[in-house]
């Protein structure tokens, strides 16, 4: 789905409204999965109805990967307000959170754009939506998983 054909976009009209709190913190792979019509979609876009946000570390990885397929700068930054994506900083206190959790994924390959998500995750206590079935082997305090695959 390219930002230019939007209006066929996964969310019924009208469009949800961006919210500072949410229900979700969207990992980029939830979001990419929602972007590319993955399986487990139709999950983000019932997190998304509701409210979601994102830590902007997921935002940069999305942003990224969608302009590595090609897609422009205006096409990437327009998905994010078609979605109504709460974009959260990356503020000093989730960042040494996400550094402590450094350890405790490591095994699972996880990186510092996961890290960033489950810390947004549990500094705001809403659940982290993930593509990553590695994540449902965490056990981390405050932090809740949820997978959409």
């Known amino acids: 789905m390219r930002?230019?054909?939007?209006?066929?976009s996964p969310l019924a009209e009208p469009k949800p409204r961006r919210i500072e709190t949410a229900v979700v913190i969207l990992d980029a792979s939830a979001t990419l999965a929602l972007i590319l019509k993955e399986p487990g979609a139709a999950m983000v876009v019932d997190a998304l109805r509701v409210g979601a946000s994102m830590s902007a570390v997921n935002v940069a990885e999305v942003a990224a990967r969608l302009q590595m397929e090609g897609w422009s700068e205006s096409e990437t930054g327009m998905v994010f307000d078609e979605l109504c994506?709460?974009?959260?900083?990356?503020?000093?206190?989730?960042?040494?959170?996400?550094?402590?959790?450094?350890?405790?994924?490591?095994?699972?390959?996880?990186?510092?754009?996961?890290?960033?998500?489950?810390?947004?995750?549990?500094?705001t206590g809403f659940p982290a939506l993930t593509a990553?079935?590695?994540?449902?082997?965490?056990?981390?305090?405050?932090?809740?998983?949820?997978?959409?695959r």
């Open 85 to 123: 994506i709460h974009i959260r900083p990356f503020d000093a206190a989730t960042a040494l959170l996400s550094g402590r959790y450094r350890i405790s994924t490591q095994a699972l390959g996880l990186g510092l754009g996961d890290r960033a998500c489950l810390a947004t995750a549990c500094t």
């Open 3 to 8: 930002a230019s054909s939007m209006s066929s």
């Open 132 to 148: 990553d079935r590695a994540w449902i082997q965490l056990d981390l305090e405050g932090v809740e998983v949820r997978c959409i």
